[in-house]
């Protein structure tokens, strides 16, 4: 017969004790980890039950606190949208909307306070075929609409941005191909009334996309494209411009072994200019477009007021990611929201990090996601302190989208 060593109980005792309180430990290190790890807290959120698929591109905020969205909306009889502009208060209630029935499929990307005369609207119009245009829509604080623009060339890019300067004149950025079949940057100047004045161009010998305009404290514009150098891969670059079309200065950020890509543009309270993006590799360049593996990461970069690079950092996680929108806080701490497409831990859906002035991240929080490949398309600092942040933006997929809003808490 064989007996149990008391001293052996008295051990698997012990270890026992020891095991539930290391369990203990981990469990509270991992809530208390949870815990600071978020960024913000939810105010609160709105999402639309809609049987059509749909989804927000851009939202601005108006001096009352209401809050204007643009985004778009499936036609009853297919995969085409349709302009969708929606007004809310403070507390996300819905004040009034309205749906632009325009032929074929339209891709909000731009909305801007336009003064008194009420919003002007950036989008890609694709009418039956297979090429798209670039349109402006100008309507009135009731969304009635005042007038429409559209470019003479097809766009050599689905994307095109508008901004104001401050003396009311209209500035159109969009993407062309000239006579030899390079892509060029199209920077147009328009009056109140959408008739165009002036047309300016950047690139003369390297294939280059424009990507983002913004309107500058003193009253100069700054343009946000991608250029193809005559060696190594695609940059980002910025040009800063009077209101005369004339460059003040044109800076290329460093080039990598990736190819980097602008997404947004923003002013910063320290007299600077951030480029939010990404920044790609391709391990097998050499496949088929459909078969080629990429990994991306969330790139930031910020420039002084002469165009000089302080900084470019690229953020991760441990997937891939890519950065969409960014808002400076008022201390310079920079809100970055994005996704996290992949992930080797299942974390995926929108992404919104906490990058300080100098470009060192301090927390980032990934979202629920609602379907694949969902996304934070744009983020403002609201009046109250807070922020908000829309989603998805345009998306080239067949499944279905849900477009939401998340309001959120002002930071302590």
């Given at each position: 017969m064989c007996r149990l060593n008391p001293f052996n109980k008295t051990a698997m005792q012990k270890l026992t004790d020891y095991q539930r309180l290391i369990t203990c430990i981990a469990t509270f290190f991992f809530a208390v980890y949870s815990v600071f790890s978020q960024i913000i807290e939810i105010t609160w959120e709105k999402n639309f039950e809609i049987h059509a698929s749909h989804y927000f591109s851009d939202v601005l905020e108006l001096p009352n606190g209401h809050f204007i969205l643009l985004g778009a909306i499936e036609k009853p009889e297919g995969r085409s949208f349709d302009i969708w502009l929606l007004e809310c208060n403070s507390q996300g209630d819905t004040l009034k909307t309205k749906v632009f029935g325009f032929p074929g499929n339209d891709i909000p990307m731009k909305i801007i306070a336009n003064g008194e005369n009420g919003f002007l609207i950036a989008y890609i119009g694709k009418p039956e075929g297979t090429e798209s245009f670039a349109r402006l829509l100008a309507v009135d604080p009731a969304f009635a609409e005042l007038w429409t623009a559209e470019t003479e060339q097809p766009s050599a890019l689905l994307r095109t941005d508008v901004a104001l300067d401050n003396e009311g004149n209209i500035w159109w950025l969009n993407t062309f191909s000239n006579q030899t079949g390079q892509s060029d940057v199209s920077?147009?100047?328009?009056?109140?009334?959408?008739?165009?004045?002036?047309?300016?161009?950047?690139?003369?010998?390297?294939?280059?996309?424009?990507?983002?305009i913004r309107t500058l404290p003193d009253g100069t514009l700054a343009v946000s494209s991608q250029v193809q150098p005559p060696k190594g891969k695609p940059t980002v670059q910025v040009i800063r411009v009077d209101t005369d079309?004339?460059?003040?200065?044109?800076?290329l950020v460093p080039q990598s072994d990736k190819i980097l890509t602008p997404q947004c543009l923003c002013c910063s309270?320290?007299?600077?200019?951030?480029v939010g993006g990404y920044a790609g590799l391709c391990y097998n360049p050499d496949a088929p477009k459909e078969d080629q593996i990429w990994d991306f990461d969330y790139l930031l970069t910020k420039l002084?007021?002469?165009?000089?690079?302080?900084?470019?950092?690229?953020?991760?996680?441990?997937?891939?990611?890519?950065?969409?929108?960014i808002a400076v806080l008022p201390d310079g701490n920079i809100m970055a929201a994005g996704k996290c497409e992949t992930s080797f831990t299942g974390t995926i859906g929108p992404w919104l990090l906490m990058v300080d002035k100098n470009g060192k991240m301090l927390k980032d929080q990934v979202f629920k996601f609602r379907f694949v490949k969902d996304q934070a398309a744009r983020i403002i600092c609201t009046n109250d302190g807070g922020l908000l942040m829309i989603g998805p933006g345009y998306i080239d997929t067949e499944h279905r989208l849900t477009g939401w809003v998340k309001k959120l808490k002002p930071l302590m």
């Open positions: 920077l147009w100047k328009l009056d109140k009334k959408g008739k165009k004045t002036a047309e300016f161009s950047f690139e003369e010998n390297n294939p280059a996309a424009g990507y983002s079309g004339k460059i003040l200065w044109k800076t309270p320290d007299n600077t200019l951030l002084d007021a002469t165009g000089k690079v302080l900084w470019t950092q690229n953020y991760n996680r441990e997937g891939s990611e890519k950065g969409t929108a």
